[in-house]
């Protein structure tokens, strides 16, 4: 592009990329499984545990559970990460949600109906192990 041109160019190109849909930058999220809560235990992370080594060939499996509550307020861990724990009323699991990859930004409040997109990772504190919803996408659940 010689440089005469840039301005052309530019006027250009802004005219192309007004007309295109936003929705074709947005990262897309397709889950492998939905899942209840009821089917996360350690044998379930073992089984996922056989599909290792993870990588561009071979990408974690997502998940996606419906019409979680959160149930407390949402506490920031870091600039970008929000902890706050879902529970389908049952079983309540902690979960990590890094900003920094969110598509929709919203509020999050106690109370509210969610439907999560997520990876299962297995944490352990003082010994204990227990496991945590890496949040890859959050959306207001619809009945």
Do not use: C
Not at 76 to 103: H, I, K, N, V
């Amino acid at each position: 592009l010689r440089e005469e041109n840039l301005s052309l160019f530019r006027s250009r190109i802004n005219a192309y990329a007004k007309d295109l849909d936003p929705e074709i930058f947005m990262r897309k999220i397709t889950p492998d499984l939905e899942v209840k809560l009821e089917d996360l235990n350690l044998n379930f992370i073992r089984e996922l545990e056989l599909l290792e080594p993870y990588g561009v060939g071979n990408p974690k499996p997502v998940f996606l559970t419906r019409a979680l509550a959160v149930k407390a307020k949402p506490e920031r861990l870091t600039p970008e990460t929000l902890r706050f724990w879902a529970s389908d009323g049952m079983l309540t699991f902690e979960a990590l949600w890094s900003e920094r990859f969110a598509q929709r930004r919203f509020s999050l409040e106690k109370g509210m109906q969610l439907d999560l997109v997520y990876s299962v990772k297995l944490k352990t504190w003082n010994g204990n192990q227990s496991l945590a919803l890496d949040i890859k996408d959050i959306l207001p659940h619809l009945p």
